[in-house]
């Protein structure tokens, strides 16, 4: 269980070499956190403020953030950008689409993207969210007292490649390194230690200022995996801002029309402050204008019920996509600044059963979890290492007809196992040739063969009397084991292969592209994210690869030769010039090939036993 404790912020003893930060970039408000001496602590600024405004100001020569920028809102609106997040990864008609011409001057980007006027320029969402990462890392350095070495950044469960995509290039534009992109609710999951219960489903509910987010994790075998993802993005604590301002406005007996902008504004303001207060008080005196009047959690709660329905019903929503019941979930997490409000709480508790975690300060817990993960990819973790990857390609075996039945999917989160049945085609079929194969198309021929082994000396029974279970393994690296077992007779037969390993980037690239023809996602976004993925992949299993057997299989030029190529590959890193990034990879995977055949037929021949039987598995289904 990791132990969370709330600090003294800018009094850290300088005894680490390095840092990375997690950071929570919200809709509404972002966090930046560290972890120190296995602690993870939110950073605050010299008032004591964790919570940064997701807001930047930007005035002829200057560019404010956080708080002080949300001052601006009401005297400069046009120059003062909130809400952000939600066009990261949009183009233009999208934007217009969310309203933000109707609040800003839009105009068009060269490739479709929205810009927003403001007296220090065009600014895009990267560049906008850019200056929100560049603060809060400022804020990190120095607290930290050094640069960072890096960052994990959350984002929604749901966002897609764009978003992600765009949340990595503002990273990069402030200078961040992104060490991983993560998702809100699994960040969450990692804050509260939820792997060291096991194995099991947990629920993360997510009410933020403007946006609602239920996800469902599994937790198995060491990774959390986001089986289903629900909500509402203009669903939040505004709007409970909005039934309380409508309160007032009723009770107060006030024409909303003739309010100027400015009362308007402070009438939101007075509605927030009254929802907060109400998370403690049973009763509180609300003043407005020249009227004063009496508000109770009682009428709160009265007014917010269908609100809170609403999100009950998604969550009933999500538990159906993940063909779940009540009593399958094992613990229910709050995050999100609105689960304050008691009301949440209790409508959770009741639809869920059981008490929802709530220890964790709901708006940092987010950056805390991410802070964590940092720290463990960093290497600086005590315990147990957390892990999170993704497999570049989907991983399958070949059954009757051609066909690939996948296994793996790709994008899934590595280290990974899954398995699944197989029975036999024929009367007294005796062996099954196991392939297995890579890539996302359903026929054998569009995807790539990897490796072939034989399970052998199952006895004759009728077809599809036998029961054979093959399972994929992929460890932390991306390398992948699979094995068969007949389990009516305990015969097992296993192969190791390495996945990514001698795959060139276009490769990988050309099968992505013939199985997405139909959707359509930004192929180009994808393709640097699938190639830094591949980069990344291919150091570690490269470097693995050298420390194992450049002894066995290679002379002192040929190792000399690989490990220059590696390092020109390390030293392009996280450059988001695709085609660089691409030349360094090909040049990396060509070093390799020799010692990658020699490595695989050293495998293989360990593997496979000579002689060649024609069966196929059989999909059992
Ligand atoms: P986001 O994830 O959208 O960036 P947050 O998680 O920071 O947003 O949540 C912001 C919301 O939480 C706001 O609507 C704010 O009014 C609400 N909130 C903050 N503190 C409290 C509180 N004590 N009681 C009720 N609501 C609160
Ligand atoms: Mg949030």
């Keep these: 269980m990791v132990l969370l404790q709330i600090s003294e912020p800018n009094q850290l003893p300088a005894n680490k070499q390095r840092y990375a930060v997690g950071i929570d970039l919200g809709t509404t408000n972002s966090v930046v956190a560290i972890v120190n001496e296995d602690w993870p ?31 601006a809102v009401t005297y400069d609106p046009l120059n003062t950008i909130y809400s952000i997040k939600r066009l990261m990864g949009r183009d233009f008609g999208e934007a217009k689409r969310l309203g933000f011409d109707r609040i800003y001057h839009l105009s068009t980007s060269a490739n479709n993207l929205p810009l927003i006027k403001t007296q220090a320029g065009e600014k895009s969402a990267v560049q906008i969210s850019a200056d929100i990462l560049s603060f809060l890392k400022k804020r990190a350095q120095k607290t930290v007292g050094m640069e960072l070495s890096g960052a994990v950044i959350t984002v ?4 897609d490649d764009a978003q992600r995509q765009a949340t990595k290039d503002a990273a990069a534009v402030a200078g961040l390194k992104v060490l991983r992109l993560l998702n809100e609710p699994t960040a969450a999951a990692i804050a509260y230690g939820l792997e060291s219960g096991g194995e099991g489903m947990h629920v993360v509910f ?20 986001v089986i289903a993802v629900g909500g509402d993005s203009a669903l939040g604590g505004d709007d409970m801002d909005d039934l309380i301002a409508n309160w007032i406005i009723q009770q107060a007996k006030l024409n909303l029309d003739l309010l100027s902008l400015t009362e308007k504004r402070k009438l939101l303001l007075t509605a927030k402050a009254a929802k907060e207060e109400l998370t403690t008080k049973l009763e509180i005196t609300i003043d407005f204008n020249k009227w004063q009047g009496h508000f109770t959690r009682r009428e709160f709660n009265k007014l917010i019920e269908p609100l809170l329905i609403k999100t009950l019903k998604y969550c009933q929503n999500a538990l159906q996509d993940a063909e779940l019941q009540i009593k399958d979930i094992k613990d229910v997490i709050l995050v999100g600044g609105a689960t304050r409000t008691p009301a949440v709480q209790e409508y959770v508790a009741k639809f869920f059963q059981k008490k929802p975690l709530a220890n964790i300060d709901p708006d940092q817990v987010v950056a805390l979890g991410a802070a964590i993960q940092a720290n463990a990819l960093l290497g600086q973790a005590s315990g147990e290492l957390l892990l999170l990857d993704v497999l570049p390609l989907s991983l399958g075996l070949e059954t009757m007809g051609g066909l690939v039945e996948k296994i793996i999917y790709r994008n899934a989160t590595i280290p990974t196992q899954k398995s699944q049945q197989f029975t036999t085609y024929k009367d007294g079929q005796t062996g099954m040739i196991v392939h297995i194969v890579q890539g996302e198309r359903e026929l054998v021929q569009d995807c790539r063969s990897l ?19 093959v399972i994929f393994q992929v460890d932390a690296d991306g390398l992948l084991s699979v094995s068969a077992k007949e389990l009516s007779t305990g015969i097992e037969s296993k192969i190791n292969v390495m996945p990514s390993y001698g795959l060139t980037e276009k490769e990988i690239t050309e099968m992505l592209q013939a199985s997405f023809d139909h959707a359509k996602e930004d192929i180009q976004v994808r393709q640097l994210r699938e190639q830094q993925v591949v980069a990344e992949h291919l150091l570690v299993v490269v470097k693995k690869a050298l420390q194992e057997d450049a002894d066995k299989y290679l002379s002192q030029a040929e190792k000399n030769k690989i490990i220059a190529s590696l390092q020109h590959l390390e030293t392009i890193g996280t450059t988001q010039d695709s085609l660089k990034l691409k ?11 020799i010692f990658a055949e020699r490595r695989m037929d050293g495998n293989l021949r360990e593997a496979l036993q000579g002689v060649s039987i024609e069966e196929l598995p059989h999909a059992k289904d």
């Design 583 to 593: 030349q360094a990879v090909t040049e990396l995977e060509q070093a390799t090939q």
């Design 41 to 71: 602590l939110a950073i605050a600024d010299p008032n004591e403020n964790v919570l940064v405004p997701s807001i930047v100001h930007y005035q002829q020569n200057n560019i404010e953030v956080g708080e002080v920028a949300k001052q």
């Design 156 to 159: 929604p469960a749901y966002f």
């Design 206 to 225: 997510d009410l933020g200022g403007g946006t609602f987010d239920i996800s469902i994790l599994h937790f198995k075998q060491g990774i959390f995996e």
């Design 451 to 469: 490796a072939k082994f034989e399970l052998k000396g199952i006895p004759p029974m009728k077809a599809g009397m036998a029961k054979v279970e």
